[in-house]
């Protein structure tokens, strides 16, 4: 197998790298902005790239090299992450938005028509986008790309210090669920073979994702949580998420799948519908257009 994934250098799509490195029988291409992070075991085991998100002109390079060779059997959207403060990406787009929904965005625009026969495109979005969930983590207040790329813009905008960072975080990963919708209908003509699907990890402590906060919180996040915070059904491991993960691109129990949303839930996926806005189909056509303005692509 050929598999092309980002987000494998830690956390989650780590482990999920470490199963899907025997699959991909020494084809998992690993972009990463810094493939000097893999584990030395994992290093000489893949083709590691090297793809910063927060860079557009890096997502294309990256793209394109990939487009140079063998098709693929599936495309792994694993990376993310949470920003305390605002920032900024290399195109000025909103960090967050950048990394974990625009970049993504044309990763899959570039790649899926090399996505061979019967392949799978998977998209990690998270339950923090529904806000009927009540995660804790402050909820989209929409999925308006443009407002989310430039917040200078956004009417809506949350100007809290407290919670505007974790929101942009939830409202990306909303992006990842539509996007998965809206791709399956685009591809749904041309190439109603492809399996597309989002991922929600669960909570999954021991991973380096609030690395940005205030120290002692990412701290918490990574090694004290994975200790006291009780097993249940939305609360998952680093290896229980990978494992799972690593599940929805080679298992056949998923192929059938055309932009479903797969939530773990204990040691197994359950199959999940999104939030309101998630399965509001004009909201993902336009989060699509826009997204492909911004990027400098034609809508379809
Ligand atoms: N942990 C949770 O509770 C949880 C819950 C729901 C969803 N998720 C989602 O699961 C996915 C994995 O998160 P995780 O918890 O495993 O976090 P993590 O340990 O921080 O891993 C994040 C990965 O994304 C990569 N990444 C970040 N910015 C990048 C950039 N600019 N260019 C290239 N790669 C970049 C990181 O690479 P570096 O090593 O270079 O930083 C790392 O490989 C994310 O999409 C996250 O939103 C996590």
Excluded at 149 to 164: C, G, H, I, N, V
């Amino acid at each position: 197998m050929r598999i092309v994934m980002t987000g494998a250098t830690a956390g989650i799509g780590l482990e999920a790298a470490k199963r899907l490195r025997g699959e991909a029988d020494g084809t998992l291409v690993v972009g990463a902005r810094t493939p000097a992070k893999l584990p030395a075991a994992l290093a000489s085991a893949v083709d590691a790239r090297l793809l910063d998100l927060a860079s557009l002109t890096s997502v294309r390079a990256f793209a394109s090299g990939v487009l140079r060779e063998a098709p693929l059997d599936a495309l792994v959207l694993n990376a993310g992450l949470q920003c305390s403060s605002p920032r900024h990406s290399q195109d000025g787009f909103e960090l967050t938005f950048a990394v974990n929904h625009l970049a993504h965005y044309l990763l899959a625009r570039m790649l899926a028509a090399h996505i061979k026969l019967g392949g799978r495109i998977v998209l990690t979005a998270s339950g923090v986008h529904d806000p009927a969930l009540a995660s804790g983590v402050p909820p989209p207040h929409h999925a308006n790309a443009k407002a989310l790329a430039f917040p200078e813009l956004d009417q809506d905008l949350d100007k809290s210090a407290m919670t505007a960072g974790m929101r942009a975080y939830a409202t990306s990963k909303l992006c990842n669920v539509m996007t998965a919708r809206e791709l399956a209908r685009c591809l749904a003509s041309d190439r109603p073979d492809l399996a597309v699907m989002a991922f929600d990890p669960g909570l999954t402590p021991g991973t380096r994702l609030a690395r940005h906060h205030f120290e002692p919180i990412g701290a918490i996040f990574k090694h004290v949580l994975p200790l006291v915070m009780r097993k249940g059904p939305g609360v998952s491991t680093p290896e229980n998420s990978g494992r799972l993960l690593a599940d929805l691109v080679l298992s056949p129990d998923y192929g059938a799948a055309r932009g479903d949303y797969f939530a773990v839930r204990g040691e197994a996926l359950e199959r999940r519908d999104p939030s309101v806005l998630a399965r509001d189909d004009a909201a993902c056509a336009k989060l699509w257009d826009d997204s492909a303005e911004l990027v400098g692509l034609p809508a379809d």
